[in-house]
């Protein structure tokens, strides 16, 4: 069964970092495609990044140029590097995967919380 866990939410001030991490189990990394999204009180969930198998990632329009996403194939993982946040960046955020490289996503983790402050 496959699982998706999130990690490295917390606070922080405008202007700061963080790095979220979604480690998956049951599945090995081979064909993919994983993304962030996230969801802010009173909003609808919105996409964040998406990375696929060949390396292509997309992002919304609102953190280019301030957020990466990147995997390690090695470990499951898939990274979000958060830089400049912005309080408008506080969410939960969810990471999600499928693994035949469509984007469909088909496995979501629980989320995480994002908050920052100004």
């Known amino acids: 069964q496959v699982q998706l866990v999130e990690s490295g939410g917390g606070s922080v001030q405008a202007g700061g970092s963080l790095k979220l991490s979604c480690a998956a189990s049951?599945?090995?990394?081979?064909?993919?495609?994983m993304g962030w999204f996230r969801q802010a009180p009173g909003k609808e969930r919105e996409g964040v990044a998406t990375?696929?198998?060949?390396?292509?990632?997309k992002y919304t329009d609102s953190v280019k140029g301030r957020f990466a996403i990147s995997t390690d194939n090695a470990n499951n993982t898939m990274y979000l590097q958060m830089n400049s946040l912005k309080p408008e960046d506080t969410a939960m955020y969810f990471c999600?995967?499928?693994?035949?490289?469509?984007?469909?996503?088909?496995?979501w983790g629980q989320g995480i919380q994002v908050s920052v402050s100004s």
């Open positions: 999600a995967a499928e693994f035949l490289g469509t984007c469909a996503f088909t496995y």
């Open positions: 049951g599945i090995r990394f081979s064909v993919y495609c």
């Open positions: 990375i696929d198998s060949d390396g292509n990632t």
